[in-house]
DNA sequence: CAGGTTGGTGAGTCAGACTCACCCGTTTAG
DNA sequence: CTAAACGGGTGAGTCTGACTCACCAACCTG
C-alpha cells in the first residue's frame, strides 16, 4: 500500500475562487440563516480549507454583505427601463410594487438575509448595499416626484414618508410568506396596496372639479325647474 | 492580615433574583444589542456569577424573550382603554397610529430588539410574545372593523393587509430613529400616516351625495327633454 | 534556475454560551 | 434539637465556531 497521496490543492485563479465561494456561501446562508451558517460549511462545498475563505473576506459578515452586493447587481440590470415604457403615475407605482413583490416571492431567502441580518446592522448604514438599496428606492421616489409635477399626486404629500409605507407595508404583509409561512399572490397584492395607497395620494382634481360642475348643475336645473310651470301655464 | 474572607453569596428569593436579573439584562440589552452583549456582564451587574442566570434562564435567547414579554405586559394596562372614549374611526385609527410611535420613540432600543432580535427569528411564531402582540394589533383590527360595520370604511378594504400597512410604515419610517439618527415627530408623524391611509380607506360620503345628485339632475334633465317639445310646439 | 508572488493549508487561539458536580444556609420532618 | 432534604449559588470546566498565522508549494519572471 502506498503512502496516502499528499493531496495536491486546486489552484484558481483569485476571481475565480471568489466566485466560487459567494455561490456556495449564496447557497448555505440561504439554506441555514447567517447565525446558523459555519464558515467552514462554506469552505467544505468549495473544497477549500476554512483558512482560505478568510484570505478572500476578512469576516463572515463580509462575505454576506459580497453576496448580497452581487444578487442586487444581478437584478438591477434592466431596472429603470421598462418603467419609462408604462403610462400615467398610478401604473407606473403598480408595476414598482408588483416588482418588489416578485423579487420577494421569486427570492425570499435572499430578501430575509437582506431585511434580517443586514439591513438592520449597525454597518449597514453607509454601505455599499445601503448605496445599492438607495438607488433602488430613489426610483420610487423619483416616479411619485413626476406624478406630483403631472398633477396626477396632490403636493402635499411627504414623498419619503410615502416610499417608506411602499416599502414597509410590503414587507411586513410579505414576511410569513419570506419564513415561509403561506402563499404570496403578487398580483392582487400589488392591485390592493396600489388602489389603498393611490386613493389617498391621488389629487382629487377630478372630484373637486366634478362637485363644481354638479353644483352648476343643480342650480341650472332648479332654475329650470322653476321656470317649468310658468312656461307650461302660458302655454294653457 | 486575616485570610481573604470567604464570600457569603447573597442568598434570594427565587422571583426577586429574577427580577434583578431581568432587569439588569433589560438594560445591557439595550445598551449593547444581543449579541454584543454577554451573559456574564448580565450576571456581574447582579453581583452573581455566570452560572446563576443560566440556573434561571435556559438560555440567553430565553431571557431576551422574557425582558421584552416583561415590558409588553407593562405597556398594556391601559391600552383598549382610553380607546373607548375617542369618537370616530379615523381618529381612533390615529390615536392607535400615535400611541405606537410614542412607543417607539420612549423605547427605541426595546422596539429595536422586538423588531430586529425577536420577531424575525424562528422561535418567535408561536411564541408568548408572539400572541402578546397579535392581541396588540388585533385591537387596530377590531377599530377597523368597526369603522367598516359604521360605514366609515369601504367594505372591500383587506384589514389584514391594511393592519400590515399600519405596522409596516411606522417601523419603516422609524427605522432611523430607532437605530440612533434624526429625530421623530409622532405628532406630525401620525397625522401624516393617518391621513394617507384614510382618505385611501373612507368610504367617499363625499362621492356618494354626488351621484345621488347626478341621478337627480338626470332625472330632471329627461324631464326637461320630454317637455321641451311639446313647450316648443305651443310656443310656435 | 533562483527568487518573488500568490493560492492554499491546518494547527492553533480566543471568546462566549452552556454544563455540572459540589457547597452551604435554610427549612422541615421526626 | 438534630439530621435530612431543599434550593440558591459557585466556579471550573466543555464545546463550538470565528478568526490568525507560520508555513508550504505551485506558478511567473528575470
Redesign the pocket.
Known amino acids: 500500500m502506498s503512502r496516502p497521496a499528499a493531496?495536491?490543492?486546486?489552484?484558481?485563479?483569485?476571481e475565480e475562487?471568489v466566485g466560487h465561494i459567494l455561490s456556495a456561501a449564496r447557497d448555505v446562508f440561504c439554506k441555514k440563516g447567517y447565525e446558523q451558517?459555519?464558515?467552514?460549511e462554506i469552505a467544505a462545498r468549495c473544497g477549500?480549507?476554512?483558512?482560505?475563505v478568510?484570505?478572500y473576506f476578512?469576516?463572515?459578515?463580509e462575505l454576506l454583505l459580497k453576496v448580497l452586493e452581487h444578487w442586487y447587481e444581478e437584478m438591477f440590470g434592466d431596472y429603470a427601463r421598462d418603467l419609462a415604457e408604462v403610462a400615467g403615475t398610478r401604473e407606473r407605482l403598480r408595476l414598482l410594487v408588483w416588482r418588489h413583490l416578485r423579487s420577494i416571492r421569486d427570492y425570499p431567502l435572499l430578501c430575509r438575509l437582506m431585511f434580517r441580518e443586514v439591513r438592520s446592522e449597525h454597518d449597514y448604514h453607509g454601505s455599499d448595499l445601503h448605496g445599492l438599496n438607495r438607488r433602488y428606492t430613489q426610483l420610487l421616489v423619483d416616479t411619485l416626484d413626476d406624478g406630483v409635477q403631472a398633477g396626477e399626486i396632490r403636493h402635499d404629500i411627504a414623498l419619503p414618508l410615502l416610499r417608506d409605507m411602499v416599502y414597509g407595508s410590503i414587507e411586513h404583509y410579505t414576511w410569513n410568506y419570506i419564513c415561509g409561512r403561506g402563499a404570496l399572490d403578487i398580483d392582487a397584492t400589488a392591485g390592493q396596496i396600489t388602489a389603498l395607497l393611490w386613493d389617498g395620494i391621488s389629487s382629487r382634481g377630478a372630484d373637486v372639479q366634478l362637485q363644481r360642475e354638479t353644483r352648476r348643475l343643480v342650480q341650472i336645473a332648479s332654475r329650470l325647474e322653476k321656470a317649468l310651470p310658468k312656461v307650461q301655464r302660458a302655454k294653457s
Not at 451558517?37 to 467552514?40: E, F, N
Not at 477549500?48 to 482560505?52: A, I
Not at 476578512?58 to 459578515?61: A, E, F, G
Request: aromatic content about 4%; proline content about 8%; overall charge positive.
Open positions: 493531496k495536491a490543492p486546486v489552484r484558481l485563479a483569485r475562487r451558517t459555519a464558515v467552514s477549500v480549507v476554512e483558512g482560505t478568510f484570505k476578512p469576516t463572515k459578515r
